[in-house]
């Protein structure tokens, strides 16, 4: 027998749990579809360690303790994972088909970030054919007096770098603009990282199954000639973001994303989207942002 809920969220990532907390404090009828066999989306795959600074009421707080804070407000059994959307099928009672089972609930959230997704290549020479490039971090202490090439510009990479700088006076970080897209203060005061803008890989030199180096080439003007630079590593770090895997759900779409209503986060009716998933004009993508579109979201669903 198909089962019914009231309100159906689809992702345990920040978001979701989030929301699924309001939902467990208020007595809603609810569930949450996951498509992995962990709760905790990114934060816990890819970043556990990155320190969360843009949370209301929460001065600094790791990501995976972060997940932790959220689970515990929420009833581990409405968390139905290894659950994988595969249709969703728009109506008076919305259906939502999984690999395991059909759903029907009278509100749908969408909150699963970008969904499935593959980390995006370093994109040198036998990437592929080496250990000691990595695209997540676990664990800091792992990598403690080592020589490490972080390269990305955004948040993530920046605060790896920021973290390491801290364990080992041997931290490099790249970055293929002038400017970072991250905060650059999260690494101001890290007097002995060094930083290479506008720099890209060029390529890497290998032994056996290791990185032992990788060569940067700097990005200029077509007609002037760049300037190369080899940095020896015992690890390179990747923070490119990630590839995701589309979707064939019934909605318009921005790229990857589902283009919602500004105002409520609507996709259809009573569909809504929220945190990195939905697009709409001046979208900020991090958790503040999505808590509050959280908000929203529960408050419209309660004036129906």
């Known amino acids: 027998m ?4 009231h309100i159906l969220i689809v ?15 208020d007595g809603s009828d609810y569930a949450i579809l996951e498509a992995s066999d962990s709760a905790g989306g990114q934060l816990t795959r890819l970043y ?29 059994s409405k968390i139905l994972l290894n659950n994988k959307v595969s249709d969703i099928i728009p109506g008076n009672r919305i259906i939502v088909k ?3 089972e059909e759903y029907s609930c009278d509100f749908l959230v969408l909150a699963t970030g970008l969904g499935s997704s593959t980390p ?3 994109g040198v020479n036998n990437e592929n054919d080496v250990d000691n490039i990595l695209y997540k971090l676990d664990d800091f202490s792992s990598l403690k007096d080592k020589r490490v090439a972080v390269f990305g510009g955004g948040d993530s990479a920046l605060d790896w770098a920021n973290h390491l700088s801290k364990i080992s006076d041997h931290i490099s970080l790249i970055h293929r603009r002038t400017e970072f897209r991250g905060n650059p203060d999260t690494i101001k005061d890290c007097h002995n990282l060094k930083v290479y803008l506008p720099f890209v890989p060029d390529h890497i030199d290998v032994e056996g199954s290791k990185a032992k180096s990788v060569t940067i080439r700097e990005v200029v003007e077509e007609g002037k000639t760049p300037k190369y630079t ?5 690890f ?3 923070n490119y973001g990630n590839i995701a895997e589309q979707s064939n759900f019934p909605f318009a779409k921005d790229g990857a994303f589902i283009i919602v209503d500004q105002n409520s986060y609507k ?3 009573n569909i809504f989207v929220i945190g990195d998933l939905a697009s709409y004009e001046n979208k900020k993508r991090r958790i503040q942002p999505s808590i509050e579109e959280a908000d929203r979201v529960y408050k419209i669903i309660y004036q129906h």
């Open 2 to 5: 198909q089962k019914h809920f």
């Open 48 to 76: 556990p360690e990155k320190d969360i600074i843009d949370i209301k009421g929460i001065e600094v707080i790791k990501a995976k303790e972060y997940i932790s804070y959220l689970l515990k407000q929420v009833d581990s």
């Open 236 to 238: 390179i770090l990747v």
């Open 120 to 122: 995006r290549p370093l």
């Open 98 to 100: 999984t690999n395991k």
């Open 267 to 269: 996709a259809k009716e």
């Open 11 to 25: 992702g345990a990532g920040p978001a979701g749990l989030y929301l699924a907390s309001k939902c467990q404090k």
């Open 230 to 234: 080899r940095i020896d590593v015992d």
